[in-house]
């Protein structure tokens, strides 16, 4: 076989090598990458910074996959140098591999403007995950940042800093935004709504020095003002790579000369991605890389044939939750071409169509990108559209639903962040049986870069698939019609704090008993504490701490930590019950005392009289752990349950989660405190720990599923706090946990809590470290109320008199 070397192991060279092993197997391959990890797409680092993905979910190529296809990887060994005439390739670990075809695709680099101070500590740019983990670890809530750059990269990047709390600045030089994608109006527009969401943008500001001693601490702009700044990320453009293409003693001008069959000039070194020039073009985006690797694909392997004639740069994305289209060429100034526009600076629309000689030249969409596959196809297709100028901007319905999809080619692509064209999902819906869209992104992964063709691929389906199971996220409710997912990404990306402001912006304005509480949980998990809380957004049990009963009187739980109580407690609840009068006393299944029948006005003082915390049995929260007694008595324990329990409820006490959350710790697999069917359940066996979760012993039995075995308490009791966050975070309102490990599965839910890298399980104790920080006992309410009639008895409307 002959050998294949490819340097890069980025998108476009691994996108390559995929096509490449779709014809009959020829080469012995080995993949060169500079960087420590296996192939991943460079598009979601924005969500890997702004918390919405972790490391892992961004891979594109596991290890299993180079070992399948038997290819060498050699991961972290930076090519330096080509012998052209020897055909060797040289590292700098010292290593010289010999080849007969040479695959380039070393991709860019970020352009580093050439001010003083750039070496400073706290400058970064943001192109790798490297460069991605080490920003993370320094963007904090309240630190000022500030992003060089308003192309699309540092859009994305001040999008993931302003997610993750900081005060981002976006400085640019040019008078707008993405300059290279929208015209002034467009850039306008763009330029509003991302100071809507709380981000600075200053235009025409050239940077002439980095301040600070050793570290940073501003800007100084040519004008003579300064800005404060802890953190920089420069993001003012990229160069081709194009270095070891001129060792070589190829044609290099901006970028590796290729020609139509994707060949240097050199034979037997082919060249891909941004690092390639075709046709005095050098290409950014990633839609046209994947092009360009299926015709490499074919030349190199023999079935030269296909040619690459370029491809019209269309840019698709959402850049902090606002959809932009731009294709072509759209300035309209210059002689021969006119355009047709239309805006509604309320709804955040404009769209702008550039003609010339009848036929599309150039489109601009902000902010409704509904018709953007149409567009690309009459820029591709260069049909005449003088006929039908009127319908341009609002093409109308069509009574056939599938003619959208029928006008597509085959060859089309509709996921640009990973080259897959609508015969490429054809085929794996006729091959693969695929259903549904979750198949479909499991299969071709499609849909699973930014999400901007996840529309396209439903339509796809829903034409093609007759038996298309559509995927529908339910709204919160008609207030504010939005899934849960997305108003949780409402609320972090634009820093929406209080229940009002999403209603306002987003609702009716008024909201009702179903979306206020779901909202105000939102509000309180984003903020943690940060943000302004509406009392009247919460349930009656939430604002007065008790549990209301059918008579409109309260029930009383005081939380007995692991079930354990003293006489002294004991006692006090007497004295309490006697003193008012309470209707009954009763022992729960929780391993804790109920006083029912308890008056409204009496609430604060009976909680002073017991001096007893909350048990929060009237909230969405944590309720208890319950215990068994364990080695402390029990013959056959084999682990303390009892101070395990007490710990476990210590740590988590006064929390809010989705639903109800109810633990229980036992001391050997006898059970005797039920754990197994426990949102959360701590097993003790001889020598180690079952930590255990979505249980349920209600009107439906659940046992719990196994998250992991552990042989220390501490790591147990971490393994517990892992699955408490994230379910916190990850669950819908009003989800408990057994339904919550059902819709994710456990093998998803352990690999992002118990198996997820350390600086993933760290950020997320964390945010619960932080939440726990900022929680209080509810009935330290009884001194100072939240408001004068929070415990005045209010009565029913039919016992007052008229």
Not at 180 to 188: A, E, I, N, T
Not at 288 to 304: D, S
Not at 466 to 495: A, D, H, I, T, W
Not at 517 to 546: K, Q, T
Request: with cysteine.
């Amino acid at each position: 076989m002959e050998k294949l070397i490819v340097i890069g192991n980025g998108m476009a060279g691994v996108a390559c090598v995929e096509q490449i092993l779709k014809h009959a197997p020829k080469f012995d391959i080995t993949i060169f990458g500079d960087e420590t990890h296996v192939n991943y797409n460079r598009i979601l680092l924005s969500s890997v910074l702004a918390g919405e993905k972790e490391m892992d979910d961004i891979t594109i190529n596991g290890l299993d996959w180079y070992q399948s296809n038997s290819i060498g990887l050699r991961l972290g060994v930076r090519i330096t140098g080509i012998d052209s005439a020897a055909k060797t390739v040289t590292g700098d670990d010292g290593s010289v591999t010999d080849y007969d075809k040479l695959l380039i695709a070393t991709g860019s680099t970020p352009f580093i403007p050439p001010v003083p101070g750039a070496g400073k500590e706290g400058v970064f740019c943001f192109r790798n995950l490297d460069e991605t983990k080490a920003l993370l670890e320094r963007a904090k809530p309240g630190i000022k940042a500030v992003v060089i750059g308003g192309g699309l990269l540092g859009l994305e990047a001040a999008r993931g800093l302003q997610v993750q709390g900081a005060d981002v600045t976006v400085v640019h030089l040019m008078d707008r935004l993405m300059e290279r994608q929208l015209d002034p109006v467009g850039g306008l527009y763009l330029k509003r709504m991302i100071e809507d969401m709380n981000v600075k943008v200053l235009l025409n500001k050239s940077t002439t020095e980095i301040l600070g001693n050793g570290h940073l601490e501003g800007l100084r702009f040519k004008d003579g003002e300064t800005i404060d700044a802890d953190l920089l990320v420069i993001a003012a453009g990229i160069r081709p790579n194009v270095e070891l293409g001129r060792k070589a003693g190829l044609n290099v001008q901006r970028g590796i000369v290729v020609n139509d069959f994707m060949e240097t000039s050199d034979p037997d070194i082919f060249a891909v991605g941004e690092c390639v020039e075709h046709n005095g073009v050098v290409y950014g985006l990633v839609a046209p890389l994947y092009e360009q690797g299926k015709v490499l694909a074919a030349t190199i392997t023999g079935n030269r044939g296909p040619v690459y004639k370029g491809s019209i740069s269309a840019a698709k994305l959402k850049i902090m939750g606002i959809d932009v289209y731009s294709a072509g060429f759209f300035d309209d100034t210059v002689a021969g071409v006119e355009s047709i526009r239309y805006e509604d600076p309320a709804m955040g629309v404009y769209k702008k169509l550039v003609l010339k000689d009848g036929c599309l030249a150039g489109v601009i969409l902000v902010g409704d990108v509904t018709d953007s596959h149409r567009y690309t196809e009459w820029l591709k297709s260069g049909a005449d559209l003088s006929k039908d100028r009127k319908n341009l901007l609002f093409p109308g319905s069509s009574p056939d639903k599938g003619l959208d999809i029928a006008e597509i080619s085959d060859a089309e692509t509709i996921c640009g962040c990973n080259g897959v064209t609508k015969g490429d999902i054809v085929s794996a819906v006729h091959a693969k049986g695929i259903q549904t869209l979750a198949q479909l992104k499991e299969c071709t992964r499609a849909s699973t870069g930014c999400g901007s063709c996840t529309s396209m691929c439903q339509s796809l389906l829903r034409a093609v698939v007759p038996e298309f199971e559509e995927e529908r996220k339910k709204v919160l409710c008609g207030c504010v019609p939005f899934s849960q997912e997305n108003l949780r990404e409402m609320v972090r990306s634009q820093q929406l704090k209080s229940v009002q402001e999403i209603l306002d912006i987003y609702g009716n304005g008024a909201g009702c008993e179903i979306c206020k509480p779901a909202l105000s949980y939102m509000v309180d998990m984003a903020w943690c504490g940060d943000h302004e809380e509406d009392r009247s957004a919460r349930f009656i049990n939430d604002r007065v701490h008790a549990n209301i009963q059918r008579d409109g009187t309260f029930s009383v739980i005081p939380r007995m930590r692991g079930g354990v109580t003293t006489p002294a407690e004991l006692r006090r609840i007497a004295d309490v019950a006697d003193k008012y009068n309470v209707p009954m006393v009763k022992v729960t299944g929780s391993q804790r005392i109920d006083l029912l029948g308890v008056k409204k006005e009496d609430l604060p003082k009976i909680w002073a009289d017991l001096g007893m915390p909350s048990g929060q049995a009237y909230t969405k929260g944590v309720r208890m752990v319950k215990t068994c007694v364990g080695t402390t008595f029990c013959r056959f324990g084999t682990q303390d349950s009892i101070t395990t329990g007490i710990e476990l409820e210590r740590r988590l006490e006064n929390l809010f989660t989705p639903h109800k959350t109810k633990m229980a710790v036992v001391g050997c697999p006898r059970n005797c405190a039920e754990s197994t069917v426990k949102d959360i359940g701590l097993v003790g066996q001889e020598g180690s720990w079952q930590v255990v979760v979505g249980g349920a012993a209600g009107k439906n039995v659940r046992k719990a599923d196994l998250l992991i075995t552990v042989e220390e308490t501490a790591d147990a009791l971490r393994a517990a706090e892992l699955f408490f966050q994230y379910y916190r975070e990850q669950a819908n309102y009003l989800e408990r946990t057994y339904d919550f490990v059902e819709r994710l599965g456990m093998e998803k839910i352990r690999k992002e809590t118990v198996y997820a890298p350390p600086p993933v399980q760290e950020a997320l104790l964390t945010r619960l470290a932080k939440a726990k920080a900022l929680s209080k006992d509810a009935w330290s309410e009884r001194d100072t109320p939240a408001n004068p009639t929070q415990f005045v008895q209010i009565q029913p409307l039919e016992t007052v008199a008229l």
